[in-house]
Nanobody, 124 residues
Framework: QVQLVESGGGSVQPGGSLRLSCTTS???????MAWFRQAPGKEREGVAS????????YYANSVKGRFTISHDNAKNTLYLQMNNLKPDDTAMYYC??????????????????WGQGTQVTVSS
């Protein structure tokens, strides 16, 4: 079992930045970790994932060049640095961990464990 706890959400103006963190406990030898988001009335969307063994990142086109995913193995913590935030980035953001090898697809089906989410609101 893997427990995931997100933090770092909040309210910012367009163009601002936030850094999300996700602390992992329990079984920590996952293959991929990722960030997803879900806005009201919309499906859960994959934002970014990372191979925890070689740190290769993968991004959704909507966030490429603005968001950076990273993972600190020593601290068992996943990060998402979000820059140049836009109102369309407003959503609940979820951390996820996957045991299999398909995490680069950034699809919910590829991930086994989920956090409770942290809210990000981008508004002027």
């Amino acid at each position: 079992q893997v427990q995931l706890v997100e933090s770092g959400g909040g309210s910012v103006q367009p163009g601002g930045s936030l850094r999300l963190s996700c602390t992992t406990s329990g079984y920590t030898h996952t293959a991929y970790m990722a960030w997803f988001r879900q806005a009201p009335g919309k499906e859960r969307e994959g934002v970014a994932s990372i191979n925890t063994r070689d740190s290769t990142p993968y991004y959704a086109n909507s966030v490429k060049g603005r968001f950076t995913i990273s993972h600190d193995n020593a601290k068992n913590t996943l990060y998402l640095q979000m820059n140049n935030l836009k109102p369309d980035d407003t959503a609940m953001y979820y951390c996820a961990a996957g045991l299999g090898g398909m995490g680069w697809v950034i699809s919910p089906e590829a991930f086994n464990f989920w956090g409770q989410g942290t809210q990000v609101t981008v508004s002027s």
